[in-house]
């Protein structure tokens, strides 16, 4: 079970993990040419992102399936 302060200290180092996940997913991306500097990020792709972190995907997992999203 998780305590409020460990809950506190969840939520506050949670802004830090996506930040960290978002910079590695961006820099897969890049080396896989699935987006090129500078990418500007639509709203769609955010949410998508956002899901795909939810889920406890990995930010390569997460690329694979933005890869596979946009094939379709």
Request: proline letters at 4%; a negative charge; hydrophobic letters at 45%.
């Amino acid at each position: 079970m998780i305590k409020a302060l460990d809950s506190d200290r969840i939520v506050k180092d949670l802004p830090q993990h996506i930040i960290g996940w978002t910079k590695a997913w961006y820099e897969q991306a890049l080396a896989a040419n699935f987006v090129s500097f500078p990418f500007r990020v639509d709203d769609e792709m955010v949410k998508r992102l956002h899901q795909y972190f939810r889920e406890g995907l990995t930010p390569e997992e997460a690329l694979r399936a933005c890869v596979d999203d946009v094939k379709q």
